[in-house]
């Protein structure tokens, strides 16, 4: 394919500095905005009669015509072109001949790119939006499953306070929350529109940059050309977006892989969502949980990559900008695989209610419990929490737990322990007490989630 600025040069480019130049490979995914922004540009030009708008509509006519082509697969991307907006410029022009080549009048590819750019990422935004409102479904039905299913929390990984498996999912709704709201801004923050920027500069011609703006769906225009062709920040902000978001995803996998392991037995994967091994028969291993920790590390790189790339570039547009997209596509790619695939593994999980509570029991979790019991009997914490110390330690040399402990044991180190204390440190009677806003509480949960229904789960349960 001839270049479209060859006028200047008396030479073919050297083609493996075409294949170095070309970005085709990656961003023929924007094909679709780019034609978009293709047609609200000339219906443009016709309108303010920089071109005339009978050829402005037989222009905006091929680039339809050239949408359906390449959707149906009747066109083919061509690997040797530069890149998406020559490609389609091309194909107009070999179909149009002389009137192809106006559609470029007033138009660089520099804001060319920028607002295709924004348009792609603008409806990839909605659609992780969606995958992360689907997953915290997924995890509102489970907990509302174990309101009552009791488990040790943990803080070191040592057995804590005894929580509820609800309360812990319901910690991670919280957290895709806020990664929703984080996207939400990203949308917001990148919806205004660089097209009509030029190369750097605008142009002479008496463009309508509102319309534009407003025909592609943009708040308005951007307000500074130079900012408009050279900005990435809407690409940095989605890449840290979507890495907080895998580090959330990451967390809850590395969970699910201990929980799962015969250490743990709290859940069992579903068949169709573990993998076995190739030599050892027991085995059901948690690969989709590892692999979403394993891509996490290339979402953190994206990050690193976009920041690195822009830190040291001067304004307005440079090249090294075209790898924006392979970094922020991979982002994408990656958090949409990952969301879809870990929301039906943890709907088909079994919990198994038993080994949680189980290991609640040995693991002296309602010691708290059994110190505040004194307290509210009257003495200070300090020494309620000294001589459930040693009560724990008397425990662990008899090979007893707080619970099984005869009350004689109990009275020799306070009178103040009645029979009461069994009911008081029983687990379910912990996890009951925690009420308080945001607790495991059974109905502290339920009014978390009742929130959430409400506010993220709004549309979701009134299409239903
Ligand atoms: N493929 C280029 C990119 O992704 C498009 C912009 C090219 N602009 C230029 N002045 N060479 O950045």
Request: hydrophobic letters at 40%; a negative charge.
């Amino acid at each position: 394919m001839a270049k479209m600025w060859q006028g200047r040069f008396r030479k073919e480019l050297d083609s493996k500095v075409n294949d170095f130049n070309s970005s085709i490979s990656f961003d023929s995914r924007m094909y679709e905005n780019d034609i978009q922004g293709s047609i609200v540009h000339v219906n443009m030009l016709g309108k303010q009669g920089i071109i005339d708008s009978e050829e402005s509509k037989v222009i905006a006519k091929e680039l339809s015509a050239i949408y359906d082509d390449i959707a149906s697969g009747k066109i083919e991307f061509d690997q040797n072109a530069e890149d998406i907006h020559m490609f389609i410029e091309q194909i107009l022009t070999e179909r149009l001949g002389d009137l192809g080549k106006k559609l470029h009048t007033a138009r660089s590819r520099n804001d060319q790119v920028a607002v295709d750019l924004r348009m792609y990422l603008r409806a990839q935004i909605d659609e992780i939006i969606g995958l992360v409102k689907k997953l915290i479904a997924t995890l509102v039905k489970k907990a509302e499953e174990n309101l009552q299913t009791v488990m040790p929390g943990y803080t070191h990984l040592q057995r804590a306070q005894p929580i509820t498996f609800a309360h812990h999912l319901m910690a991670y709704v919280e957290m895709f929350k806020r990664d929703m709201i984080r996207l939400f801004n990203c949308f917001d923050l990148m919806n205004e529109c660089p097209l009509g920027c030029g190369a750097l500069a605008t142009t002479t011609y008496p463009i309508d940059r509102e319309y534009t703006a407003e025909y592609l769906g943009f708040k308005g225009p951007m307000l500074n050309s130079l900012d408009g062709v050279s900005d990435r920040d809407y690409c940095m902000e989605l890449a840290n977006a979507i890495a907080i978001c895998m580090t959330h995803l990451s967390r809850l996998s590395e969970e699910v892989v201990l929980w799962c392991s015969w250490e743990f037995r709290f859940v069992e994967l579903d068949d169709a969502y573990s993998t076995g091994s190739s030599i050892m028969p027991q085995k059901k291993n948690p690969d989709i949980c590892e692999l979403i920790r394993g891509k996490t590390g290339r979402t953190i790189g994206n990050l690193t990559t976009l920041l690195s790339m822009m830190k040291g570039l001067p304004l307005a547009y440079n090249k090294d900008m075209q790898e924006d997209k392979e970094a922020i596509f991979d982002s994408i790619d990656t958090v949409k695989l990952c969301l879809s695939t870990l929301a039906p593994m943890l709907d088909t999980m079994k919990v198994n209610k038993e080994n949680m509570s189980n290991a609640g029991k040995k693991g002296f979790i309602n010691a708290t419990d059994c110190a505040d019991y004194l307290v509210k009997k009257g003495l200070p914490f300090r020494d309620a929490y000294k001589i459930t110390g040693t009560l724990v330690a008397l425990c662990i040399d008899k090979g007893e737990t707080l619970d099984t402990l005869s009350i004689e044991e109990y009275k020799k180190l306070s009178d103040k322990f009645e029979e009461d204390v069994y009911e008081a440190i029983a687990l379910e009677t912990c996890v009951k007490g925690r009420s308080a806003v945001g607790g495991p509480s059974p109905m502290a949960v339920a009014a978390h989630i009742e929130e959430i229904k409400n506010t993220v789960l709004k549309e979701e349960n009134d299409e239903n």
